[in-house]
């Protein structure tokens, strides 16, 4: 059976569960510029799966697909930097790193499926 809508996508509720880790985390991070940049791109990652899923075609879909897969590279990047910057400690930094190589998994098989599907028959 074909998924109704964005919120059956496992990927789209693992990227939910992202955010809300990284929120809470950084919650009291007083580096406010990274705080925002990191949060924003963690929001980025399930607000273009929905978009992407209900726009009008499979094209567009993969492409919002690749958005997502942008931003959680963004985020991946980020979390060595908040390693680095000691921002949060090496079981937090596991864990999240974790997720986002999960999320990039799960977002490079959509993106094949949907691919697949544009392929012409002959």
Do not use: H
């Not at 925002?36 to 726009?55: H, L, P």
Request: contains cysteine; glycine residues 2%; aromatic residues 12%.
């Amino acid at each position: 059976m074909a998924v109704q809508k964005f919120e059956d996508l496992i990927v789209w509720q693992k990227s939910q569960d992202l955010a809300v880790e990284i929120y809470s985390i950084f919650r009291e991070c007083k580096d406010f510029a990274f705080k925002d940049q990191i949060s924003r791109a963690t929001v980025s990652i399930s607000n273009n799966i929905a978009e992407g899923f209900e726009r009008s075609s499979n094209a567009d879909f993969s492409r919002f697909l690749y958005f997502s897969l942008g931003s959680v590279s963004e985020v991946r990047s980020m979390l060595y930097l908040a390693i680095r910057l000691k921002f949060i400690n090496i079981d937090q930094s596991k864990s999240l790193l974790d997720n986002t190589n999960q999320i990039s998994k799960m977002l490079y098989g959509l993106i094949n499926s949907m691919n697949k599907n544009l392929t012409p028959k002959n």
